[in-house]
């Protein structure tokens, strides 16, 4: 029996992959992607690659069959699109047999939330209970990455800008997570019916971030709370959908109110060491 983790090879399941081949032989190892021909270097490592999409429940069986352990990567849609996706990979790995499902959730998941994309994982990790099958959450917390973003305005302009005023949110760097990930698939009887909030060492505001972005650069930036239509305005003129426009600044209104400032000592109960602090993942980052 294998492990299999879907959407391999987008930018977490890349880096989980990675993880999880310091933990198991490739030979162990199955992944499953829309376009087969992208993951010929996982290919190249013994890795099985198999034809995987969440919109087609036979195509999606069929790559979950022999596989023990399975991750589920959220999918990037609208709410509707991306829930019923979520529940044909649960139908279809219950189909398939698989044991053990996995599932990048996120802090605090509710069906009320500013940020409106966290329905869609309370719909998942309910309808994952509802299915029968032992699984594993992984409330993951906001990427550290996505901070990187706005450095290059910030180094050209000298305004870090967000419509965040003082919240505090608890960045974790994405390959963080992609270890905790690898860790559960690794060991998935370790982690049977558990829920793991995965955040940063501690909330960080904005202003804090633009401080980090200034030291590693050692050029002057500050933060510019933005206001909530502008910053709209700039993500609509980027080309972004509307339905990541509605969730990034639904983020912002929820930090604000202290949604994603709770610390978990989840990560280092998982992993063993406490996760990347914002400051040294921006630093390194911008070396």
Do not use: C, W
Request: proline fraction near 4%; hydrophobic fraction near 45%.
């Amino acid at each position: 029996m294998k492990t299999l983790i879907t959407g391999a090879t987008g930018q977490l399941g890349t880096l989980v992959v990675k993880h999880l081949l310091d933990r198991l032989p490739a030979s162990e190892i199955a992944v499953s992607v829309r376009t087969p021909a992208k993951a010929e270097n996982f290919a190249s490592l013994g890795i099985d690659v198999r034809h995987g999409d969440f919109d087609d429940l036979a195509l999606m069986t069929n790559a979950f069959k022999g596989i023990e352990a399975a991750l589920i990567i959220s999918a990037e849609a609208d709410n509707a699109t991306r829930i019923a996706q979520h529940r044909t990979a649960v139908d279809a790995a219950k189909a398939a047999g698989v044991k053990h499902l996995v599932y990048t959730s996120i802090v605090d998941p509710r069906a009320d939330a500013d940020f409106t994309y966290s329905a869609i994982h309370l719909d998942t990790e309910n309808y994952i209970k509802e299915s029968g099958l032992n699984y594993t959450l992984l409330r993951n917390s906001f990427y550290a990455d996505l901070l990187l973003a706005g450095v290059p305005h910030a180094l050209e302009t000298g305004d870090f800008g967000a419509p965040a005023g003082d919240a505090k949110i608890t960045y974790i760097p994405r390959n963080d997570l992609a270890e905790a990930a690898a860790t559960v698939l690794a060991n998935p009887a370790d982690h049977i019916n558990k829920t793991y909030d995965l955040t940063g060492t501690k909330g960080v505001t904005h202003g804090e971030i633009a401080s980090y972005i200034a030291s590693a650069t050692g050029k002057p930036v500050r933060f510019v709370d933005l206001p909530a239509d502008v910053h709209t305005g700039i993500l609509g003129s980027l080309g972004l959908p509307g339905h990541l426009v509605e969730a990034l600044a639904g983020l912002y209104v929820g930090a604000k109110k202290g949604d994603y400032e709770t610390v978990s000592s989840d990560f280092e109960t998982l992993v063993g060491r406490q996760p990347q602090s914002v400051e040294d993942f921006v630093a390194k980052a911008l070396k």
